[in-house]
Structure formats: structure tokens, C-alpha cells
């Protein structure tokens, strides 16, 4: 496995885009939400960051 820097490929942002959206938008990706609530869920929240308990984008609704 290798990574790589993003910035590494800002030429090719707009045919990123297109494609990306294009897989979107036929199902063939998915994203998912771990939606947290309450300012006082603050901490919880970012440790589950941590500590690899959420799924998908980490959102903390105040």
C-alpha cells in the first residue's frame, strides 16, 4: 500500500470532481454521517475520532 498527498494532484481536481460526482450520484459510493448532539457531547464526540467508534464524517450538532 502506498499513500499519496492530494496536493500532489491539484491538476486533476476538476476531472476528480467530474468523476466523483458522476459515482456519487449512480450509487456507486456512499458516505455516512455519525451525527452526535449537544455542545455538551463535545468531548465524547471527539474522542469516538480516536478511538475509531464512528462510522463515516464525524458531526457534532450543537
Request: aromatic share 6%; hydrophobic share 35%.
Amino acid at each position: 500500500m502506498e499513500g499519496f498527498l492530494v496536493l500532489d494532484y491539484l491538476d486533476r481536481m476538476d476531472e476528480a470532481i467530474q468523476e466523483l460526482s458522476k459515482w456519487l450520484m449512480e450509487g456507486k459510493i456512499q458516505h455516512r454521517e455519525d451525527i452526535q448532539e449537544g455542545i455538551e457531547n463535545c468531548p465524547e464526540t471527539l474522542n469516538r475520532l480516536f478511538t475509531g467508534q464512528n462510522l463515516g464524517k464525524q458531526i457534532l450538532k450543537i
